[in-house]
């Protein structure tokens, strides 16, 4: 008996099946302001997920958070020439205020290197005040004339880390632990999402910074997603903002600072990467709901039993509801289920448990294996960990067989219709990124001949192209 | 040997002693648009913990957090005519975005009953989807022309509930809940202070609200703060918005809604209620550092011994930090602990540590107690908790002395210059409240005679007034 289909298909219209999935699965609704985002309860309880395990991470790297103001000057902006002409056609500018025309405009903040520059130009004496290690949670506004769910919205909740230190090699090497240890391990070990690291060209970069780092990943229709991405800003800012201390002889240097970020739009690259054609798949370890116990119908010590394993889950770590609506039909239930991608359903009916028994399904291969009552909790953490791994495995899979190494940049071109192009760096000449970019591809990132983080300028290096979101 | 004086006497200047206490416990600073704050790390420390716990008591009642945009169209406010009256002067109009002067300006959010309207309209089709139960921790902005850090800034952060019910009784019932179960609760068990509950009058209400509950709180200098409030909307934000369902037996109903809120301003309120002429108070159940384990000079088995004791306080689960900082003063740096209120100190030195022994010192009666090492944990453990008791029940005195009971709106104002006065509710005469708002006089609630709060119109009722923050 074939499901009614609810999504459409995502072999059919990709971005048709992630507008379906994000509406009926309850994540997000647009706002009333053009490129404005509703973030229901479903999919705000995704981002708080994500917030807790990355602001955990920030701190265990000795971060502190902290909150700066929304509005921030306009002429602050203006210090720090690429950032200003970077940002200038997205700006959100507050002219009136308290019923009165403003002296001086106020923009609403699309990141806060300027205003956060300004403050650790104050807090900044010597040497001994470095490295300073800052991180807001908040809103930033950018305006979208494309907007997308998750993926390009005018207003996103982010975190954002500024930090200034002593020297460039320490500006660099913490812009690194941050993109590996809190990005990456994040991204891998939570996400289960296989990002490559690499290094932006010239042309990619952050307004501003010396060199950008980033996590890039694969999408279940072979595009890329920037995930998160990690800057080193040189000097710039610390010129333009005066972050200036004594070194241990006494005399002034400027300081050197970094900037890092991800944001909502990491749910749209989960929903990308483990969605299917049934809905969510949420990988356990991120799961706001892990585990739901169904109650199939009523019946002899179904809800007591139902009740029980609830508690048992509980107190086992996992995070679990019951769903008791025995007055809605189960297919219907089961479906709903599906959509929002709960890794692990336990279905308690009467039949199954006259037996001692109850229904596990795995929401990712919906594979069903009955079990006594007493060994559901025990089977249950088993399958949340083979489950987490499984994903990742088959996100892994899916971006290797969809990465091909060429060698010509027409062979870029081509590749990058399915998945990711690998090819030479100094194969791509002068011109080439504008021209492939006429075809909507761009070069994601550059990587070691093994895949690892470029450091500073080298030869050897690989390009990595694809179609993006 | 007297202490050098840090901070301006409370009993000198009370507001120079609070702006005193957050620049040099580094808690904030102004922002570099007027009116607005940088929240430092020292202080968004302390709203996080506030944020935790409350977050904690929302979702045990149902809530769930989403997130609605900060832009609002500026047709939404016009929408209900109480509520666009009431918030109009304080707004700040964003006119231009994406390098265009927009068709429609946009408010930026002052508060969020509009735009959630509009959406609890579009989620609500029948009684079965009420109540609704949404909350969201975001930034709001209403223009300040007599700003204050944390009491009252154009940018401040918050919690913003927004219900939906069946019925008037059911809206006013969960208004009543949220006001006792999480607000009360938390204000009283967590932050030690002592508040009163009741009923603002109609001249005090929210702008759109048929009543508003509130949370008044008695500062060191014996003005009051609102702390919190609740807001039965009655249908007129339903009207505005729409908001229908069908009921059990098919007919259209106008929803009940509900709104309430704590802000960054419970920052101020903290401070302002427990600090004294050394700097800040925390309350241990709050405190983001339960205990400082400071290391006096070095010597023998020193370092080791505050290693030891700091892990075994974190095992205990006790927030702990160690200040090894040998190379500061000692004295520097035990002032700086007292400055940030952290509630048990314990000094590990060279000489009493080959007596086996620490010291513990309080933070709010600097009381001080030599105890071996291995009882050390278990000892801090006791403080903590009389140190919160004790600070609950030092404000609950000084809110009582200062509590006058009067039968005049003379004697009101008489006595709210030094504190709070309770006057019977039918004494205060048609023009009375405007007359004491001359003299700078609120009435900050009514009450039960016996000190409950309200349900609707009642005859036998107490206003409590006061000069307030």
């Not at 921030?72 to 940002?87: D, K, N």
């Not at 919205?153 to 941050?178: C, K, N, P, Y």
């Not at 994903?391 to 060429?406: H, K």
Request: aromatic share 6%.
């Amino acid at each position: 008996m074939p499901k009614p289909q609810v999504l459409t298909p995502q072999a059919d219209d990709f971005p048709r099946w992630y507008q379906d999935v994000i509406a009926k699965a309850e994540l997000a609704d647009n706002g009333p302001v053009r490129g404005t985002m509703v973030i229901r309860p479903d999919g705000y309880a995704i981002w708080e997920r994500m917030q807790a395990e990355v602001d955990q991470r920030i701190k265990a790297v000795g971060v502190r958070n902290a909150y700066f103001p929304l509005f921030i000057p306009e002429s602050y902006l203006t210090r720090e020439a690429e950032h200003v002409e970077g940002f200038s056609p997205e700006l959100a500018v507050v002219t009136h205020g308290g019923g009165k025309e403003l002296a001086e405009p106020v923009v609403v903040r699309p990141t806060s290197e300027t205003v956060i520059g300004e403050y650790i130009a104050k807090w900044t004496q010597s040497y001994r005040d470095l490295p300073l290690l800052l991180n807001q949670w908040a809103n930033v506004v950018r305006w979208e004339l494309r907007p997308r769910l998750f993926l390009r919205s005018s207003e996103f909740l982010w975190q954002e880390g500024h930090t200034a230190h002593v020297s460039r090699e320490d500006a660099a090497a913490f812009a690194r632990r941050i993109h590996t240890e809190v990005y990456r391990d994040f991204m891998v070990d939570v996400l289960a999402m296989p990002v490559l690291l690499g290094a932006k060209t010239a042309a990619e970069r952050f307004p501003g910074a010396i060199d950008t780092l980033t996590c890039e990943a694969m999408m279940g229709d072979g595009k890329a997603l920037q995930m998160g991405t990690s800057h080193e800003l040189g000097q710039n800012f610390a010129k333009a903002f005066d972050i200036r201390f004594l070194d241990e002889s006494g005399s002034e240097q400027l300081a050197w600072t970094t900037s890092w970020g991800v944001s909502t739009r990491m749910v749209g690259g989960l929903i990308m990467t483990h969605g299917d054609d049934r809905g969510l798949r949420l990988p356990p370890v991120l799961a706001p709901v892990q585990v739901v116990v169904l109650l199939v119908r009523d019946g002899d010590g179904v809800g007591a039993a139902v009740d029980r394993l609830v508690d048992d889950l509980e107190a086992a770590g996992v995070r679990v509801v019951a769903d008791t609506r025995a007055e809605l039909s189960f297919g219907r239930r089961v479906t709903d289920w599906e959509l929002k991608g709960v890794p692990v359903r336990i279905e308690v009916g009467p039949r199954d448990l006259a037996e001692g028994e109850v229904t596990l399904v795995r929401r990712d291969t919906a594979s069903k294996e009955q079990v006594g009552l007493g060994g559901a909790v025990a089977t249950a953490g088993k399958l949340l960990e083979a489950i987490q791994q499984d994903l990742l495995a088959e996100a892994t899979e899916r971006r290797d067989e969809r990465t091909v190494d060429v060698s010509t940049v027409d062979e870029v071109a081509e590749a990058a219709a399915t998945g990711f192009a690998r090819i030479r760096w100094d194969a791509i000449g002068p011109g080439d990124e504008q021209r492939l970019a006429t075809d909507g591809v761009t070069i994601r990132c550059l990587q070691r001949l093994d895949g690892s983080l470029p450091e500073g300028d080298e030869d050897e290096l690989i390009a990595i192209a694809a179609r993006s979101y």
